[in-house]
Nanobody, 126 residues
Framework: QVQLAESGGGLVQAGGSLRLSCAAS????????MAWFRQAPGKEREFVSG????????YYADSVKGRFTISRDNAKKTMYLQMNNLMPEDTAVYYC???????????????????WGQGTQVTVSS
């Protein structure tokens, strides 16, 4: 069983930055691929970024490439999402997700993840 807890959300002006954190309870955190998803009001949940269990492979949605950076610290059992140059369309509830994987595989489909955090609200004002 893995428990995930997001933090770092908040209200920021367009062009600003936030760093989200996702702390995990998993004993073997380094065996889980991790990802960030987000859900805006009235929209489906969408993939934002994912990172392999070793941290060597990372993936981003086109909408955040060049602005967001995903990382992880396996010793601290924590994943991060550095969000720069935020835009109003980034406003959403951000969720972290985890799934045990083999090698560097990182799913981008939410249905492949079996552990989810409660979410943290990010609001970007124009």
């Amino acid at each position: 069983q893995v428990q995930l807890a997001e933090s770092g959300g908040g209200l920021v002006q367009a062009g600003g930055s936030l760093r989200l954190s996702c702390a995990a309870s998993a004993r073997t955190f380094s065996t889980y691929a991790m990802a960030w998803f987000r859900q805006a009001p009235g929209k489906e949940r969408e993939f934002v970024s994912g990172i392999s269990r070793s941290g060597t492979s990372t993936y981003y949605a086109d909408s955040v490439k060049g602005r967001f950076t995903i990382s992880r610290d396996n010793a601290k059992k924590t994943m991060y999402l550095q969000m720069n140059n935020l835009m109003p369309e980034d406003t959403a509830v951000y969720y972290c997700a985890a799934v045990w994987t083999f090698g560097d595989y990182v799913p981008i489909n939410e249905y492949e993840y079996n552990y989810w955090g409660q979410g943290t609200q990010v609001t970007v004002s124009s």
